[in-house]
């Protein structure tokens, strides 16, 4: 009889032992998947973007080969937003804001890029701090600054 109690304690052990392994096979399962789908959406965050706005990110210019445009914007523009846009008159534009520091005041800021879709080439074309359009000048000047 007590090897009968010691089998039924081994099979009930064996069985919990299964169950617990399941248990644990479908959190790990759950969390594979959990971190595939947070892979998935970042994916879609990049990937979603449209091609102006990554023609213009991973674009240099020529004096600077070695940093992108992308690279500038994210050392020197706080929280920088991308978006393209239509226009009539100039075809597609894409635009990065955000914020920077003129000593210890935040200023917004804008600059604008022209695309050429066509030849998958794109230009500056303006500058806008805290909504006031700036000389071509200066959209040059910060643009060498922000690639340096």
Same mark, same amino acid.
């Given at each position: 009889?007590?090897?009968?109690?010691?089998?039924?304690?081994?099979?009930?052990?064996?069985? /919990? $032992?299964? %169950?617990?392994? #399941?248990?644990? *096979? =479908?959190?790990?399962? /759950? $969390?594979? %998947?959990?971190? #595939?789908?947070? *892979? =998935?959406?970042?994916?879609?965050?990049?990937?979603?973007?449209?091609?102006?706005?990554?023609?213009?990110?991973?674009?240099?210019?020529?004096?600077?080969?070695?940093?992108?445009?992308?690279?500038?914007?994210?050392?020197?523009?706080?929280?920088?937003?991308?978006?393209?846009?239509?226009?009539?008159?100039?075809?597609?534009?894409?635009?990065?804001?955000?914020?920077?520091?003129?000593?210890?005041?935040?200023?917004?800021?804008?600059?604008?890029?022209?695309?050429?879709?066509?030849?998958?080439?794109?230009?500056?074309?303006?500058?806008?701090?805290?909504?006031?359009?700036?000389?071509?000048?200066?959209?040059?000047?910060?643009?060498?600054?922000?690639?340096?």
């Amino acid at each position: 009889m007590t090897t009968n109690t010691a089998d039924t304690k081994k099979s009930r052990r064996k069985k /919990l $032992w299964k %169950i617990v392994g #399941a248990i644990c *096979g =479908v959190i790990a399962i /759950l $969390w594979m %998947i959990s971190d #595939a789908q947070k *892979g =998935v959406e970042k994916a879609s965050e990049w990937h979603g973007l449209d091609s102006e706005i990554q023609l213009v990110q991973s674009g240099h210019f020529s004096d600077y080969p070695d940093k992108t445009i992308g690279e500038a914007v994210d050392g020197f523009i706080r929280n920088p937003k991308w978006e393209s846009v239509e226009d009539q008159e100039e075809g597609t534009l894409v635009k990065v804001s955000g914020h920077v520091f003129q000593g210890e005041k935040p200023v917004e800021i804008m600059i604008q890029f022209v695309v050429d879709t066509k030849n998958k080439t794109f230009y500056p074309d303006a500058l806008e701090l805290d909504g006031m359009r700036q000389a071509e000048s200066e959209l040059i000047t910060l643009l060498n600054k922000m690639l340096e």
